[in-house]
């Protein structure tokens, strides 16, 4: 079996980790699997990445459009219309594939009519959502709003929505591209799964919830000291670990983590001394004085080993995101026997099990937030719920685990394709 990944990237962002992470967990059981990219960072011979001079001007025209409607920046990234991409169809990686595997394309790398030509080649095709804008029109995250569940139109993240705006025809447009072909679509998350499920943009398609794959033999508990020493951190604080693409990007909740931390000193001003913040982010450097105990910023880490290292150094995961999937973070901290807490909200709930290896706080409620956190690290069964962590990570999100689950869907929908020609 041959089968092609397609995505924007590599590896920046939570879906590039979690494609290339399903690329290597397939090919180690004999999948033969390539990625293909528009921006590649690395010299992995499987990553194919797309030679199109006219990809960058693409995004940058696209990025343009969303601005010229709305006449600001606001929901500049927030929002995607699927025009611009690239025909890859003909590339030799495509008619050589038996599947064709998409997850992240937005941001130049497939519009909605290349996804079309996709569709008419007849080849089975896999849609791993990584965020909602499969089964929206125009948004990543629909937020409060519910038109998706019927047609959308009077976007509120355009500054002059109408019955007929850009969201209305990117859901037409969406409409008759999903009618080209049999998509399998794959929620990372049983959250998303559940929304996907009572999404128009879906009927006639197949749903399928399965997680994100990491290395358990990469991600795994390890010495807390010598990981502090590694990095420079102090041995005798309980340390709070957040992390983020940019750490004050206020969708992942720093605000909420600030909050936090100022009601921990003034209600319990003996514990304050103690704690102290790792942001990890860009502008992480930013926030040093943000908080009301000590802070030890770390910019945007890359390297893999230098993020278990903080893993295995801190003490909670602290997640205040405001919305999310299946965050990577959240089980690569588990499979090293991290536990963590955050807000009831997204697929947090399918991998925090409420006082097992973690707690669940009540959305965007600070003082629920400060009580929990603080309440984890004092709690008596502290180390079961590390150790609780761990297991769950092992046996749910393993590269064996997930990469059994794909090959399974993947047999299925090449079967299916095959009785419908």
């Known amino acids: 079996m041959k089968v092609l990944l397609v995505n924007t990237s590599e590896q920046t962002g939570g879906a590039a980790i979690a494609a290339s ?14 990625m293909l990219v528009r921006d590649k960072q690395t010299d992995n011979p499987n990553v194919i990445k797309v030679r199109n001079p006219l990809m ?30 690239m025909d890859i169809t003909k590339l030799r990686e495509f008619e050589e594939a038996d599947l064709v595997h998409l997850h992240w394309t937005n941001q130049g790398m497939l519009s909605l009519d290349d996804i079309a030509k996709i569709l008419k080649t007849g080849k089975p095709v896999v849609w791993t959502m990584h965020d909602m804008w499969p089964i929206t029109g125009i948004c ?22 109408s019955e007929r705006d850009l969201s209305y025809r990117v859901f037409e447009n969406k409409v008759n591209t ?12 049983e959250w998303l799964c559940k929304l996907a ?27 807390k000291q010598a990981a502090r020493e590694r990095l420079g951190l102090p041995r005798n604080k309980r340390l709070l670990l957040f992390v983020a693409l940019k750490a004050t990007d206020k969708n992942k909740g720093i605000d909420y983590l600030i909050k936090a931390t100022h009601i921990i000193a003034e209600r319990y001003p003996e514990w304050i001394s103690q704690l102290g913040v790792i942001p990890v982010g860009l502008e992480a450097d ?15 880490v890359k390297d893999v080993s230098r993020m278990r290292d903080l893993y295995q150094a801190a003490d909670l995961l602290v997640m205040p995101t405001l919305m999310d999937n299946l965050p990577n973070t959240i089980v690569e901290a588990q499979a090293c026997a991290l536990p963590c807490v955050g807000f009831n ?43 609780r962590a761990h297991q769950m990570a092992e046996s749910t999100y393993s590269e064996q685990a997930v990469a059994e689950k794909h090959i399974q869907l993947y047999e299925s929908a090449l079967a299916s394709s095959a009785v419908a020609i």
């Open 178 to 189: 999903y009618a080209q072909g049999k998509i399998h679509f794959v929620a990372c998350s």
């Open 56 to 85: 960058r001007a693409k995004f940058v025209a696209e990025r343009a459009e969303i601005f010229a409607i709305n006449r600001s920046r606001e929901n500049l990234w927030a929002i995607d219309a699927g025009t611009h991409g």
């Open 140 to 161: 990543h995250h629909a937020k409060e709003c519910e038109n998706w569940l019927s047609h959308c139109h009077d976007c509120r993240m355009l500054m002059r929505p």
């Open 21 to 34: 992470r399903l690329m290597h967990a397939l090919n180690n059981h004999n999948v033969q699997t390539h």
């Open 286 to 300: 930013t926030l040093k004085d943000a908080f009301a105990c000590s802070c030890f910023p770390q910019e945007y």
């Open 345 to 387: 909200i997204g697929g947090l709930p399918q991998m925090i099990k409420d006082g097992l290896n973690g707690y669940l706080a009540r959305y965007k409620d600070a003082d629920h937030f400060a009580e929990l956190t603080l309440g984890t690290l004092i709690d008596e069964h502290y180390q079961k719920f590390c150790l």
């Open 197 to 223: 499920y009572q999404a128009p943009l879906t009927k006639g398609h197949e749903v399928v919830s399965i997680p994100n794959a990491i290395d358990t033999n990469f991600y795994v508990p390890g010495d």
